[in-house]
């Protein structure tokens, strides 16, 4: 069992480059949450999604979008990258949406130049 | 709002020894989940501990253990018999449930270094 896989480990993208990062989980867990990991500033959550086909805006969403189509997948997207959005990327999941422990995936390294 | 602060940014121990690391948080709900979660030089985000607001017991998880003031908002991590292995980035998250879904609100994490 891989738990939650995120894809690519890392990336250098151009400003006003498309980019979407990927995170699959095989725990067949309901909630799916997408977080930014900046230095002195902790985790910040941009977007999540209670079950397949919903997703909410977390913290910092502004210029990420999120979508939903399984349980599985949570892709997030950056439409036009920007350099503030420079960051690691962790995708997590939780069985419940209210009580239960979010498990992460190992994060995307994402440059912005 | 709600915040989470751990107010040591860094931490060193020697090994063997019992490090304590401090977290607190401001609220106004009553039922919430307190986390330890620690970040190794691999980035992987592990979960350390998790405790129940309702729950008076502090959690314990074989060397780790927490101790819960509700009053005092304070969720501190002590950690025995310190291993070269535990050394990271140790993060203390507070969980809130918003419309339906659980958000975690995360301190800025306090790195840990064990000496030999």
């Known amino acids: 069992i891989a738990g939650i896989t995120q894809a690519p480990t890392s990336q250098i993208l151009a400003a006003g480059r498309r980019m979407t990062l990927r995170c699959t989980q095989d725990?067949?867990?309901?909630?799916m949450y997408w977080y930014r990991q900046d230095l002195g500033l902790g985790l910040r959550l941009i977007h999540y999604s209670n079950t397949a086909g919903t997703t909410g805006k977390g913290e910092v969403p502004d210029g990420y979008s999120v979508s939903r189509a399984n349980t599985d997948d949570f892709p997030l997207t950056l439409a036009s990258a920007v350099p503030s959005q420079t960051s690691v990327y962790f995708c997590a999941s939780s069985d419940s949406t209210e009580t239960d422990t979010q498990y992460f995936g190992p994060g995307t390294r994402l440059t912005v130049l | 709002a709600q915040t989470v602060t751990q107010s040591q940014p860094e931490m060193s121990v020697q090994e063997a020894e019992t490090v304590t690391l401090s977290c607190t948080y401001d609220?106004?709900?009553?039922?919430?989940?307190l986390f330890w979660y620690k970040q190794p030089p691999s980035r992987q985000m592990i979960l350390v501990i998790r405790q129940e607001a309702y729950k008076q017991q502090n959690a314990t998880e074989n060397r780790f253990s927490v101790n819960f003031q509700k009053a005092a908002k304070s969720f501190s991590l002590k950690i025995s018999d310190s291993q070269l292995g535990d050394a990271a980035m140790y993060f203390c998250a507070y969980s809130r449930i918003i419309q339906g879904a659980q958000k975690l609100v995360f301190g800025q994490g306090t790195r840990l270094t064990i000496n030999p």
């Open positions: 609220t106004s709900e009553s039922d919430y989940y």
């Open positions: 725990m067949r867990h309901n909630a």
